[in-house]
């Protein structure tokens, strides 16, 4: 996941661009580079694979007199096409050295751009497709009818484009302009006094100005040090959404904790509340925004949850609640598979999308999939205003605050919440749970935020546990019932974070092959249910647990304080505090997370 900053103002910009660049390590980076503009016709760049570190090493090098301009842009890079090295990294100059991109995304076209580029002649320098972009551009500068102009030129390119992608200009005949454009991956422009920022997000200038303008689907915008103009891909005039940003620098901020991921996971138990805040009233669940009628909802005969990632196991989980309060049929899908296919949708099918920044691409697309089938779309996200909240008809905010790190901890409990609320406000409007019940459901969520700290505070033989097997090949996650989306959260997450082998099973799938991975001293997590649930998956677990200690795995076991039976098979033994068992994955998380985390660092990775 790339970063992009951009800057035209009154400060020298390399020290803007660097430290937005620093804001913007947490979304995951393999290079970075930088782009000045020095006023007399040229434009300086240095980039370096790796850490940021090595650029600012190699900006180290040079003499305070050689960055002075007022203008540039930086970017991280997640290498898609060609290898993380410093000729892939961007910015990409073309050949006159006067023009410079950074780009975020994929151009999908960028073979037959590519073989068009070299039939004329031109010599690409990298392995990249978003070189392609920059030498395009600076032929329709050089000549045809957008010659000499900057924008013109900029946008004739961009709508020959296929892909997601976030493309940002600069030439060193226009310094005190930048061109930036925007299909289906994110861009935002600060808006300051006497200067103008761009950013992948709002981290990158939140420190500068709060004022901020989101840029819609396939729409450009040019800023200058007083102004910015928002376009379509065609250069007619249209509009962003300006907003202001309502969290301050301190969540932005690692707070004393060494990452920001261990910072967001002691945030948990506020993510909880604050997303359950205001949203039972006079003894009914509410939503945010509601464009459904009562009685749309009660005519709600299937459910369909799409999402990305993290929150598609938070959907997996959303599928036990509300099939278990409403009995109605829900399938959940990742979204990127959802989009391709033809489901079977109509004005009676609920869509429940899930997505953090309320932008992710597939998440978008498969959205308006099911909108062109009629289908009602009810979104849970963590950002007012996003785009797919915008093509709800309903809307459930989660509240979580800004999550910087790369992998999802608390947006992902806020997930879970919220799909918990759209459960019980299913189950209310079709009146499948009396006004009681609810209550209590409701009440039970409340209790939930102490019960997440209470995990919290008894962390440390999680962090334990993780150093003894920071440097096993492999982890497998094991779970039944809602465990078995917890056990695929905690394996993504090592995954995410340590770079490791890790495979989530559903227990009962054991002896369909993931039995044959057993062996000597492999680290075994179990999810266990509670023994006052449903006893019947408790006693089953326990029976996977035999067979994986007989091929002699080492089995650390998630379960409920005072589980007697589940300790005395353990060899590792974890406890949490006793919930009610459709709410139990919001405590056994967070003993997952915290091993990643613990993983990873002493593995040598940041989180």
């Given at each position: ?67 002075v301009g007022t203008s540039g842009m930086g970017h ?286 597939d998440t978008l697309e498969a959205v308006k999939h ?238």
């Amino acid at each position: 996941m790339c970063g992009i900053v951009g800057y035209v103002g009154h400060r020298p910009a390399l020290g803007v661009v660097v430290e937005a660049l620093r804001r913007m390590e947490y979304r995951g980076y393999d290079s970075s580079g930088i782009a000045i503009l020095d006023g007399t016709g040229g434009v300086e760049i240095e980039r370096k694979a790796g850490k940021l570190a090595n650029l600012e090493a190699e900006l180290g090098e040079y003499g305070a007199d050689h960055f002075v301009g007022t203008s540039g842009m930086g970017h991280t890079r997640w290498a898609t096409h060609g290898r993380p090295t410093d000729r892939n990294a961007h910015p990409h100059r073309d050949a006159s050295g006067k023009l410079a991109v950074v780009h975020n995304g994929i151009i999908e076209n960028f073979a037959p751009l590519r073989a068009e580029l070299e039939a004329a002649g031109v010599e690409l320098q990298s392995d990249t497709d978003s070189e392609v972009a920059v030498h395009l551009v600076a032929r329709a500068y050089a000549q045809g009818p957008t010659a000499g102009d900057f924008i013109e030129s900029a946008l004739s390119v961009v709508r020959r484009l296929e892909g997601a992608f976030t493309l940002v200009f600069t030439h060193a005949d226009h310094a005190d302009t930048i061109v930036a454009a925007r299909r289906s991956t994110p861009l935002v422009v600060g808006v300051g006094e006497g200067e103008m920022f761009l950013g992948s997000d709002v981290a990158a200038f939140i420190e500068h100005t709060r004022d901020a303008v989101e840029l819609g689907q396939d729409q450009a915008v040019v800023i200058t040090a007083d102004s910015y103009r928002i376009s379509d891909f065609a250069g007619n005039e249209a509009e962003g959404r300006p907003f202001r940003i309502d969290w301050d620098l301190a969540a932005a901020e690692k707070g004393g904790h060494d990452y920001f991921m261990l910072k967001e996971i002691e945030e948990q138990p506020t993510a909880v509340a604050d997303t359950l805040l205001g949203h039972f009233e006079n003894g009914k669940i509410v939503l945010d925004e509601q464009r459904l009628s009562d009685q749309e909802l009660r005519d709600v005969d299937k459910v369909f949850v799409v999402a990305c990632g993290s929150a598609y196991h938070s959907g997996l989980l959303a599928k036990y609640a509300i099939e278990h309060w409403t009995r109605l049929p829900v399938e959940v899908e990742l979204a990127s598979e959802f989009r391709y296919r033809d489901p079977v949708l109509d004005r009676s099918t609920l869509v429940v999308a899930i997505s953090q920044s309320g932008e992710t691409a597939d998440t978008l697309e498969a959205v308006k999939h099911a909108k062109d089938q009629k289908a009602r779309v009810l979104a849970i996200c963590n950002t007012n205003g996003a785009q797919i909240p915008r093509e709800a008809d309903a809307v459930l905010y989660t509240r979580a605050g800004p999550e910087i790190a790369v992998a999802s901890t608390k947006a992902f409990l806020a997930q879970v919440t919220a799909n918990y609320l759209v459960g019980l406000a299913l189950a209310q409007a079709r009146g499948t749970k009396y006004p009681d019940e609810v209550a209590r459901e409701y009440a039970d969520l409340e209790a939930m935020p102490a019960l997440v700290s209470k995990v919290l505070e008894t962390a440390e033989p999680v962090r334990a546990l993780a150093r003894q097997f920071a440097h096993a090949s492999t982890v497998l996650f094991l779970g039944r019932h809602v465990g078995y989306p917890v056990a695929l959260e905690g394996a993504l997450k090592l995954k995410e974070l340590a770079y490791m082998h890790a495979e989530g099973f559903a227990a009962g799938e054991l002896k369909h092959g993931p039995i044959a991975l057993i062996e000597e001293d492999l680290p075994v997590i179990i999810v266990m249910p509670s023994p006052q649930g449903r006893a019947v998956l408790h006693s089953k677990l326990v029976s996977n647990i035999q067979e994986i200690k007989a091929r002699g795995a080492t089995t650390i076991v998630i379960a409920e304080e005072g589980d007697t039976v589940a300790a005395a098979h353990a060899d590792h033994l974890i406890e949490i505090p006793a919930s009610p068992t459709l709410l139990q994955p919001l405590l056994s998380t967070v003993p997952l997370q915290i091993f990643a985390a613990e993983v990873a660092a002493a593995r040598g990775y940041d989180v």
